[in-house]
């Protein structure tokens, strides 16, 4: 009965990945031109799926951006595996769900199973307890309410009965170049976002062991500090080492948010810019960016197993629970209910193996430092970070001494070889370029490289 539809949803599929490569890196519609295609009143009558999914397509496509494709630099973005993409198809087939061993055994046995392994890539201690939740700002969240437990449970407070209301005051202590999410996040664990005490942080984004170590003489437990492995611009990460040591000596609780840069624990010629980040108490980790699984996919991870559980289960009376070491997913996430998001991520590992996923790790890296290099050799554009991991920071500069940064972007977007966003950074308005795609090539990066130039060119003759 799901013939033809599947067979013309794949051929739909097939016909869209093989455009990833050279379709312009750019929407080809507005919002008001997508509305209209889609939209109008939900008519009364059924309509044939086969049909539908066409339309669906047709009037969708013009405003796809091949942000899965080998172009695509802005924010952190990976593009889907052929492998994960597979698999996430079967997750839709099977619709298993997650929350619990007697809803699913296969899926409880895939999430025990994927959870090892990546504890063993990312070089976290085996023993730690994983959720898989929707992304890095949920993982956070659930991380940071596992240290929110147990920092008021050695405190005497049970939160999860009594909730802040009277409770012991938490101090929660971030780098100055905390992401955001870390804000958002605090505020859904009612810690508040402008409570922060914030670490000063070096030129590259690092919070500064000696701002660390200032702040904490005068915070008092219970304290939570959380710091971060990748920054969103520059790619940095902490000095963990010393973070570690000035954080555990005090007694606080250590969160990393590592959305992206912990991954560079999968590589053995990487994996020192992380190094000692296993000695914290949880870390954020998504999955849809560098590991290149399909959204939305990441993962919450706490040395502290029974903390973690505290703060996420649920019981009653309908929800049965495993009796022997069975994996009840909802244990670790926020939600019950809950799509089998292990089965990507299983998918891909396994086909990628340890020295695949190095690689892509390694090729994103080395595509970055290509990138900067080829950059840095055109007059007035300056490469603002240390291209240590997958992130360009760039600022382009007129010959008369205007940043024209944001024109660069607008007229990069505009040509669509390649995409690339703004941001802010040290006051400055800077061109973000990240790496992260298993689909780019050193082509690739050779072919965006002189679109940028053309771009920058372009942009000087008209400001001079
Ligand atoms: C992307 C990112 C996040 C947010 O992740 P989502 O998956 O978008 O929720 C948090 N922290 C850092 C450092 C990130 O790069």
Redesign the pocket.
């Known amino acids: 009965m799901y013939e033809p539809l599947l067979t013309r949803t794949r051929q739909i599929a097939d016909a869209f990945l093989d455009t990833l490569d050279d379709r312009p890196v750019r929407p080809a519609s507005t919002f008001a031109a997508l509305t209209t295609a889609l939209g109008g009143p939900l008519p009364e009558d059924p309509a044939e799926p086969t049909l539908v999914i066409e339309q669906l397509a047709a009037a969708m496509q013009p405003g796809l951006l091949p942000s899965a494709g080998p172009r695509y630099f802005g924010?952190?973005t990976g593009g889907s595996t052929p492998a994960a993409i597979a698999a996430d198809w079967l997750v839709s087939a099977w619709d298993q769900n997650a929350a619990l061993h007697v809803m699913s055994p296969a899926v409880a046995a895939v999430e025990e199973v994927t959870a090892g392994w990546l504890l063993d890539m990312l070089a976290l201690p085996s023993t730690a307890s994983v959720g898989f939740v929707?992304?890095?700002?949920?993982?956070?969240a659930t991380a940071l309410a596992a240290a929110r437990h147990e920092v008021l449970r050695r405190a005497g407070w049970d939160v999860e009965a009594d909730g802040l209301q009277g409770a012991p005051r938490i101090t929660v202590v971030a780098g100055a170049e905390a992401?955001?999410?870390?804000g958002q996040a605090l505020r859904l664990v009612g810690l508040g976002a402008s409570t922060i005490v914030p670490v000063a942080a070096d030129n590259q984004g690092r919070m500064r062991p000696d701002s660390l170590r200032e702040v904490l003489a005068g915070v008092s437990l219970p304290a939570i500090v959380c710091a971060?492995a990748?920054?969103?611009n520059t790619g940095a990460c902490d000095p963990f080492p010393e973070v570690g040591r000035l954080v555990r000596n005090h007694g606080a609780w250590l969160h990393v948010?590592?959305?992206?840069?912990l991954w560079a624990a999968a590589s053995p010629t990487l994996r020192d810019l992380v190094r000692g980040v296993d000695s914290a108490d949880s870390w954020?980790v998504?999955c849809?960016?560098w590991l290149n699984v399909p959204y939305?996919s990441?993962l919450a991870i706490v040395a502290h197993p029974a903390a973690h559980r505290a703060s996420m289960s649920q019981t009653a009376g309908y929800l049965i629970r495993a009796h022997g070491e069975e994996r009840d997913g909802m244990d670790w996430t926020p939600e019950a209910s809950r799509r089998a998001r292990a089965v990507p991520i299983y998918a891909v590992l396994r086909s990628l193996g340890r020295r695949g996923l190095a690689l892509l790790i390694e090729r994103c890296c080395q595509g970055a430092a290509r990138m900067a290099a080829r950059l840095a050799t055109e007059p007035g554009v300056q490469v603002m970070n240390e291209v240590a991991l997958n992130q360009v920071l760039l600022r382009f500069q007129s010959s008369s001494g205007r940043n024209v940064t944001s024109a660069v972007i607008a007229q990069v977007q505009n040509d669509g070889v390649c995409w690339a966003g703004g941001t802010r950074w040290r006051g400055e308005p800077a061109m973000r370029v990240s790496v992260s795609s298993w689909r780019t090539t050193p082509e690739d990066i050779d072919r965006s490289a002189a679109a940028i130039v053309h771009a920058f060119r372009m942009t000087s003759e008209v400001s001079a």
Do not use: E, P, R
Request: no cysteine; glycine share 18%.
């Open positions: 924010f952190v929707t992304g890095a700002t949920m993982a956070n992401h955001s999410s870390i971060q990748g920054n969103v948010d590592g959305a992206f840069g954020a998504d849809h960016k939305d990441g």
